[in-house]
Nanobody, 115 residues
Framework: QVQLVESGGGLVQPGGSLRLSCASS????????MGWYRQALGKQRELVAS???????NYADSVKGRFTISRDNAKNTGYLQMNSLKPEDTAVYYC?????????WGPGTQVTVSS
């Protein structure tokens, strides 16, 4: 069974940066779009950024200009570079991919932005 695993979360001060990674165990990762979502305490899960198999990206308005989504298909891995982090970016971040018709989610990684 194909799995996604996130890494790279942690505690960072406002204005700081983090880079999240999403490693897929599937060898066909390159064929489908992937996305990053986040869920803050007491709030619904929301889409942060997505990227097509060809590399076209889209962002939520709240992160435009600060976050960058990318992927390395040779490594079956997606990334989310987060700069100029704000306290309101605090959440559990999840990667997602509809892989061969199966909706895959990683277990999530906690990002906390606080001084």
């Amino acid at each position: 069974q194909v799995q996604l695993v996130e890494s790279g979360g942690g505690l960072v001060q406002p204005g700081g940066s983090l880079r999240l990674s999403c490693a897929s165990s599937g060898t066909l990762f390159r064929l489908w779009p992937m996305g990053w979502y986040r869920q803050a305490l007491g709030k619904q899960r929301e889409l942060v950024a997505s990227i097509t198999s060809g590399g076209t990206s889209n962002y939520a308005d709240s992160v435009k200009g600060r976050f960058t989504i990318s992927r390395d298909n040779a490594k079956n891995t997606g990334y989310l570079q987060m700069n100029s982090l704000k306290p309101e970016d605090t959440a559990v971040y999840y990667c997602n991919q509809m892989y061969a018709g199966t909706n895959l989610w990683g277990p999530g990684t906690q990002v906390t932005v606080s001084s």
